[in-house]
């Protein structure tokens, strides 16, 4: 049964470069979400993202944004990027109000230079 | 919104040892997880434990709803389990998404 998958591992971006990290949901789940991780920090929730919904959102700014496909898979963009957003991004995925927990994927790790 | 307090925030400990890892929480909460963090960033799920007892091998959880608090035991701890720990909670008016403590940095030296 495979897990939460995302892609990339890693990425070097640019400041003012756009980004677009994308994410898989473990078989059976049909909820996504995204979180940002800094350095030596616990994971920030960005958004979940349901029924291709955006359902909630953390204190992120609009150039975070995302969308989650008919077969739950999720993207999650960043526009216009800063060296602040320089980060490890995780995705989880969960059944529909955290049932059973969340899942979370190995990360995509962005440099932004 | 929910606060969620760690303790220790790091702990060091020689291979055997036994340790106990603590987790307050402000808020009733709908669900409780124990998250191991590896090297490569990876949260592995240790436990979903939002009330009562679980085991698993070597580690163990008990969260006390009532009483807004949850423990993570690792008994005879080896190298391996180096790492940060992070407990997470959504809470009873929020079930859709996770607040993460500050984590407890592990160092188990063999």
């Known amino acids: 049964d495979a897990g939460v998958t995302q892609s990339p591992t890693h990425l070097i971006k640019t400041r003012g470069q756009q980004v677009t990290l994308r994410c898989s949901p473990k078989s059976g789940h049909d909820t996504v979400s995204w979180y940002q991780q800094a350095l030596g920090q616990g994971p920030q929730f960005i958004f979940q993202?349901?029924?291709?919904?955006?359902?909630q959102r953390g204190n992120f700014p609009d150039r975070f944004s995302g969308h989650q496909f008919p077969n739950y898979s999720s993207e999650l963009n960043v526009n216009a990027l800063l060296l602040g957003d320089s980060a490890l991004y995780l995705c989880?995925?969960?059944?529909?109000?955290?049932?059973?927990?969340?899942?979370f994927g190995s990360g995509t790790r962005l440099t932004v230079v | 919104g929910i606060q969620v307090e760690q303790s220790p925030p790091d702990l060091i400990l020689q291979e055997g040892a036994n340790s106990t890892l603590r987790c307050n929480f402000s808020?009733?909460?709908?669900?409780l997880q124990w998250f191991h963090q590896n090297p490569w960033g990876q949260l592995i799920n240790l436990f979903y434990i939002p009330s009562g007892t679980k085991q698993n091998g070597r580690l163990s959880a008990t969260t006390v709803a009532t009483e807004r608090y949850s423990l993570l035991y690792i008994s005879s701890s080896q190298t391996t389990d180096s790492g940060v720990y992070f407990c997470?909670?959504?809470?009873?008016?929020?079930?859709?998404?996770?607040?993460f403590g500050k984590g407890t940095l592990l160092t188990v030296n063999p």
């Open positions: 808020d009733s909460v709908n669900n």
């Open positions: 993202y349901y029924e291709e919904e955006e359902r």
């Open positions: 997470a909670v959504d809470s009873l008016g929020s079930n859709y998404k996770l607040t």
């Open positions: 989880a995925s969960s059944l529909v109000g955290g049932k059973e927990g969340y899942t």
